[in-house]
């Protein structure tokens, strides 16, 4: 089950980070009669009457004209992305008369611009949102984000790809990408899924993939993988056997598969010089196995020096050795460069024009509204998108063959 993510947006000193205190009954986030004391979004997961599982985001005031305000007001804005529904938050003396969330705050004796108008900003985000004024009842405020709060149908991530009964086998590496004494959260929310649905998982590793085909009295009704290994797991099983991964599932419940299918067509036209971001939900430290940084790029590197190699009218003789990151020296004219920029946890760029694509991770940590978000945004810059699954099975020449829920 998703997380709902509700954020509180409001001018300094608003009562943002008291009614968060409030809400989980717990300190979250520091509170002091100093304006600005919150400088970044603060998340903290709780359980709500009502709602179930919620991330709530704290967020600056929006009326901070400090040497940090507007960085803290790009930060707050960059919220609105994964936010399903906004609590506009006004102190006791503040009129609700306007959507504008703030005031006119006066600075050395000359007033400043009005602060953002987060209520126009948000309606036009399509995110509902309801006000809170300090001192209101916190449980009438919990009602009133339940009643506007959006209730998608419960999407299963295997979707129409499996029935009660049936036989998956669940191929998943554990290399050293992969956590220590634990699976990663994709894995174990599709195993989950699977037993709720009456399904028969079966779980192994590459290496140990023709073992567990053995074992089974017939084919498996499904062979889900992960995306990295998508080439080896389809050469060791039979061609009439449906085959997924984990990426396409989770692109086809929080993205959108037609676009990121069409987005990976766009492999084909890179070329030397060209740039493309690898875009991340989640923040780590990356491995030598890393699937976004270290995989994908080779693989595109080496289907770009193999068209210069083979078609080139210009007679270019760069190599996949010589295809390096975009911080390498080289400026593109000549071949020898890909460049791949990385874009990690909520660091997606607001000028997408320099890519020629973007490669956006499963997003297994991130709500659906984030995802679509970038979606958005790339299709409005005209720059294609697709994530990892989708990627790397056009690569391997395999995206045809895969089922898609």
Request: glycine residues 10%; aromatic residues 4%; contains cysteine.
């Amino acid at each position: 089950m998703e997380r709902l993510h509700i954020a509180f947006f409001g001018a300094t000193n608003s009562g943002k980070s008291t009614l968060v205190n409030a809400i989980c009954g717990q300190e979250v986030s520091l509170v002091s009669a100093v304006p600005g004391t919150t400088t970044d979004p603060v998340r903290k997961l709780a359980e709500l009457p009502g709602l179930g599982p919620c991330v709530l985001i704290d967020t600056a005031g929006l009326d901070d004209t400090g040497v940090l305000g507007p960085e803290r007001e790009r930060r707050t804005r960059a919220v609105l992305d994964e936010t399903d529904v906004a609590v506009l938050v006004f102190g006791p003396q503040a009129s609700q008369t306007s959507s504008k969330v703030g005031r006119q705050v006066q600075n050395g004796g000359v007033f400043a611009p009005d602060v953002p108008d987060f209520g126009t900003l948000v309606a036009q985000a399509g995110i509902p949102s309801v006000t809170y004024t300090r001192g209101d009842n916190v449980e009438g405020l919990l009602k009133r984000i339940a009643a506007v709060a959006p209730h998608e149908e419960e999407r299963f991530l295997t979707g129409s790809l499996v029935k009660p009964g049936d036989t998956v086998v669940l191929v998943m590496p554990q290399d050293s990408e992969a956590p220590k004494g634990r699976l990663i959260l994709p894995q174990v929310q599709v195993i989950r899924e699977l037993l709720d649905r009456g399904c028969v998982p079966h779980c192994c590793t590459p290496a140990s993939l023709p073992a567990a085909m053995a074992s089974l009295a017939a084919l498996p009704d499904l062979v889900i993988t992960d995306s990295q290994v998508f080439k080896a797991v389809n050469d060791a099983i039979p061609a009439n056997c449906p085959l997924t991964s984990f990426s396409v599932l989770l692109a086809g419940a929080k993205g959108d598969l037609k676009v990121f299918v069409e987005g990976a067509r766009a492999i084909d036209s890179l070329k030397p010089g060209s740039r493309i971001l690898i875009a991340e939900a989640c923040t780590h430290v990356p491995d030598t196995e890393d699937i976004g940084r270290v995989k994908i790029p080779a693989l595109l590197r080496k289907r770009i020096a193999g068209t210069a190699l083979t078609s080139s009218p210009t007679g270019l003789t760069s190599s996949p050795t010589s295809l390096t990151d975009g911080n390498a020296a080289g400026d593109g004219k000549n071949g020898e460069v890909l460049y791949v920029d990385v874009a990690a946890g909520n660091d997606f760029p607001e000028d997408l024009s320099a890519y020629s694509l973007i490669i956006h991770c499963g997003a297994c940590v991130a709500n659906a509204r984030v995802v679509r978000s970038r979606i958005r945004k790339a299709l409005l810059a005209g720059v294609p998108i697709t994530n990892y699954g989708i990627a790397l099975a056009h690569l391997t020449g395999i995206l045809p063959r895969i089922s898609r829920p």
